[in-house]
């Protein structure tokens, strides 16, 4: 006896531990290709684009007033503001770099010019010649008097010699403005975090941190501001995460709480039930802690659902130990056989969701399979002989008031009416609306409410709304393949513009380094540094006043400076800010970036306009074409395959082909009406809902397994089963229909839909197998009477 | 360097006029845009000033102008021309003849708007006119009125000091406009030869875009 107290003691001590140390591994991915099929080219070429160059330190601050001088103030001031934080800012930029400095364009030009073939090189060369730079000179100011183009007259007249007649094949890549609207009314801060962010904890407090300084501010400046970019979806959506994890837990456990209370009336199992569901709660969670990677948005549900369903075997227990007579060992016998039989289909219909190539529902199907799976466990194990012990002292004594309901005839008569209403009335709108609308884009991926979606939103009205673009992204393991592929894709981009299924694009390629034709152009720039008088002089000679040779001068002694160290990535404030959306040259891949205009209506062809090793042309518009082509067959055969492999296991259970058949037909009418319901309340058809669909095959089916099981067990007795069996199906299904209604409010699009879905699928599948089951039952009965005297299995 | 090359739309569009303000004699202005609705057509010559601050004195050139209402015009400096504009109702092209490109903008368009002065009457009645511009001094000279102010358009007055119309109230003509941009540029352009409601050639307002790279600009 003692060594059992101490054996238990160790075990609880082993649990605790199990749950804190799993329960500290917990982290977040917000990363919402994270649930997508990363073998597809669209969610990998995204991943590259979103790790890269979508800023992970950075949060916009977005400003807006009605005149644009006091917006140009305010943000210089919040700027200013933010950068005298530097434990926590390490840069707030209000304003691009170059506007400051201009000259420091000259670095990024130098490089970019080093990058043309050498002949066109030299033939720039060629007009700064003595005998040349004359007619050069008279060919620009020419140029400036004649041209009406703003971006002409705006370059050459700071470049006399012409060095930026290439320079318009990035500059329209640099953005037209990334820091104001057109009109000045709204302005954009940029600011990054002094550290990394080790966790989402860590990016919450920053952006909350940043947050408190810009409301500080704003008690004296009155001006509307927004925050978002990176750093802020992830504060945003992790801290979401965190708040639905918890209250769908917490709703599910009161609806459950209620269920019970008014089936049982008794506060002491009440009380032991949700217990055992925290428990089971925190095992869960800790196991996945322990051996899952990072939780996504999806695998945030799975409390609520697993709840819902675990609880389903404490009801079962509960429900058994009011009736039973004998010890505990007899009562988890008599428990297990049900048990074993729903948890292990619910449980490998969760765990199917790992032949779906979204990792995201694969971890969702391995929370709520390894959930289940624990569920049942802790209550054979730990709740059976509470519930047991509480039933010897504290007797219920059936009938229930819940089971003198079920088996009065009023009830079945009135049940079977309104199913058969609502099964004609949902059959009926399927005919005449047809089938709910399809939607595969990423909208559903995305959150239904979320203050940085809110002010992205803004940034696109009022500052440049790029969606509509393709991103380009080119990656290699060195300079040269990067550059061999950048100059292919360029070549693909061609065709495809000249096809008509692009109407422009831009590409990193005429700054990417060009390791044959820098060392040749450097050795023919280098000498010129010598000339710099001669030229600076020709220019004044021209009518051009001092400051308009400065940029001309400052690319010559970048040459000269380079021909003696050594050629680098151009590095100062202003080349850094062009660069950073644009390429990657550090770690073991180097990336390269674009950006293409498809043709209105064109965006389909675009799919394979652009192929090759490391070569993607990704937007979340093609990912939803994408996925619309990929998903839903792979979603159908998964589910074929799971509804083929569950009558096979119920045939070799029942051996019984009409319990297979009116299996198979009940579950056909139960998704047949569920199409209908969803067609009814205009939820569409996404590839969360055929999820949905798929989860339906592994719970709701336990419903008319149970009374078919329960049916075999009393010979056919159709009233004696419905009586038997009312009771559990109605409080499983009511309690899974909380678990995943609360997940019907959930801040993810896709997740509530999900949610919603499968609360109206289990409402409609338990309904049917409840009381339409039966009636098919009795009717083949008339015709084949014999299998209703077989004796069931255990 | 980069203002300018925002300013420079502004520069160009001297159809972004201004309104009224209390005190000033506006009678002219009310005149002048009462007779722009009589002009159908209008042939012209003209001559452009730009100053810079990178250069040291004025660069000049001449060029032609042609409009036929209700909004077709054709602007072009140079001869042979080294930059057309062309516009519609629907859409401008600027086309540079030498490279054979043509950057080409829905008329409706920031940008594209930057040539609304190409299109008469600037505005279809003083309410407009006063609506969307601000008159800081309107000046009698002879049988000329200049008119100094701002558009009242934000995009606009973050880049420009001052704008200057030159106009003849009798007849409705614009004589000269210039555009002052607070970088301390300038352009400026004056009319000459002027013949309103004349004939003009067909296929003026038309181009062959063979063997050119048109490309539709960014909004």
Known sequence: ?794 | MRALVILLPVLLATGTLWSASTGLDLAPVKEWIANQSKIKTIAADFVQTRSLRTLRSPLTAKGKFWFRAPGDFRWQIGDPPKTIVLGHEQSVYMIQPARKTADRSPADVAGAGSFDMMSFPMAASFAEFERRFEISSVQANGALCRIEGLPRDARARRLLAKIVLEVDPSSGQLHAFEAVTREGSSLRSEFQNVVVNGKLAPGLFDYDFTGYRVTDAKP
């Open chain 1, 1 to 794: 006896m003692r060594n059992r107290s101490w054996l238990r003691i160790l075990i609880g001590l082993a649990a605790v531990a199990f749950i804190v140390g799993g329960l500290a591994r917990i982290s977040f991915n917000v990363d919402i290709l994270r649930l997508l099929p990363t073998h597809l080219p669209q969610v990998e070429g995204l991943s590259l684009f979103l790790e890269h160059f979508a800023q992970p330190q950075e949060l916009i601050v977005t400003l807006e007033t009605p005149d644009p001088e006091i917006t140009q103030k305010a943000a210089d001031s919040l700027a200013e503001v933010f950068a005298s934080h530097p434990d926590l800012v390490k840069r707030a930029v209000a304003r691009a770099p170059w506007e400051k400095n201009p000259i420091e364009f000259s670095e990024l030009l130098a490089f970019q010019l080093l990058n043309e073939p050498p002949s066109d090189f030299a033939r720039l060369l060629e007009g700064l010649r003595p005998n040349q730079a004359k007619a050069t000179l008279q060919g620009t100011v020419d140029e400036l008097a004649e041209s009406l183009d703003p971006k002409t007259i705006a370059m050459r007249s700071y470049d006399p010699y012409g060095f930026t007649s290439s320079l318009s094949r990035f500059a329209a890549m640099a953005g037209s403005d990334e820091f104001a609207s057109s009109d000045g009314t709204f302005r954009v801060i940029y600011v990054e975090s002094a550290k990394p962010f080790r966790t989402y904890v860590d990016d919450i407090e920053w952006v909350t941190e940043i947050k408190r300084i810009a409301a500080e501010w704003n008690a004296t400046h009155h001006v509307a501001l927004g925050f978002t970019g990176q750093a802020g979806f992830v504060a945003d959506i992790s801290g979401n995460m965190q708040r639905e994890m918890t209250i769908a837990g917490i709703t599910t456990m009161l609806l459950i709480a209620a269920i019970f209370w008014l089936c049982y009336r008794r506060l002491r199992p009440l009380l032991l039930l949700q217990g055992m569901l925290i428990l089971v709660f925190l095992l869960s969670l800790a196991t996945a802690g322990w051996f899952l990677d990072q939780l996504t948005v999806l695998g945030v549900g799975f409390a609520s659902v697993m709840i819902g369903l675990s609880v389903d075997y404490g009801y079962f227990v509960f429900q058994q130990s009011l009736h039973h007579q004998g010890d505990i060992r007899t009562l988890r016998r008599k428990c297990f056989a049900n048990i074993a039989w729903t948890c292990s289909t619910t449980a490998a219909a969760f765990f199917a969701l790992n032949f779906s190539s979204l990792p995201g529902l694969s971890q969702l199907g391995n929370l709520v399979g390894i959930g289940v799976l624990i569920g049942a466990g802790v209550m054979l194990l730990v709740f059976a002989p509470l519930a047991l012990r509480h039933q010897s002292r504290h007797p219920i004594l059936p009938p229930l008031p819940m089971e003198r309901l079920l088996g009065s005839r009023a009830f079945i008569t009135g049940g079977t009416i309104f199913t058969a209403l609502l099964v004609a009335c949902l059959l009926g709108t399927l005919i005449v609306k047809g089938l709910p609308k399809a939607d595969f884009s990423a909208n559903t991926l995305r959150p239904r409410v979320s203050d940085a979606y809110t002010a992205m939103d803004r940034l696109y009205a009022r500052l440049t709304d790029d969606r509509n673009l393709l991103s380009l992204i080119v990656a290699g393991s060195d300079a040269d393949q990067v550059r061999d592929r950048l100059v292919s894709a360029e070549t693909q981009l061609q065709k495809a513009v000249d096809r008509g299924d692009a109407t422009s694009f831009q590409t990193a390629l005429p700054l990417w380094p060009d390791s044959k034709a820098q060392p040749l152009n450097l050795a023919l720039a280098a000498p010129l540094v010598h000339e710099l008088p001669r030229l600076k002089q020709s220019s004044l000679d021209a009518g051009f006043t001092e400051p308009a040779f400065a940029l001309d001068d400052a690319v010559i002694r970048q040459w000269d400076e380079w021909a003696r160290r050594g050629i680098s990535w151009p590095s100062n404030s202003s080349s850094e800010w062009l660069l950073r959306r644009l390429v990657r040259h550090e770690g073991k891949v180097q990336l390269a970036a674009g950006v293409v205009q498809p043709a209105p209506g064109r965006e389909d062809a675009m799919l394979d306009a652009v192929q090759g090793d490391g070569i993607y042309l990704v937007s979340w518009n093609l990912l939803g074409r994408e996925l619309k082509r990929v998903v839903p067959p792979e979603m159908l055969h998964v589910m074929a395959a799971l509804f083929a492999g569950v009558s096979i296991i119920l045939f070799l259970g029942l051996r019984s082909i009409r319990a297979v058949a009116i299996f198979m037909a009940t579950t056909t009418l139960v998704l047949t009406c569920l199409l209908g319901a969803m067609s009814l309340l205009n939820l569409p058809l996404s590839f969360f809902n055929l999820a949905a669909m798929l989860l339906l095959l592994g719970t709701g089916t336990d419903y008319s397994i149970l009374l078919l099981l329960s049916l075999r067990r009393n010979h056919g007795d159709v009233d004696r089963a419905q009586r038997k069996m009312g009771v559990v199906i109605l409080l499983c299904c009511a309690s899974a229909v909380a678990g995943f209604g609360s997940i019907s409010w959930a801040n993810n699009i896709g997740l509530a839909e999900m949610g919603k879905t499968c609360a109206l699928g289990l409402a409609i599948d338990a309904l049917i197998s409840l009381f339409l089951l039966p009636l098919a039952w009795r009717f083949t009965a008339r015709k084949s009477p014999i299998e209703d005297t077989k004796k069931a299995p255990a």
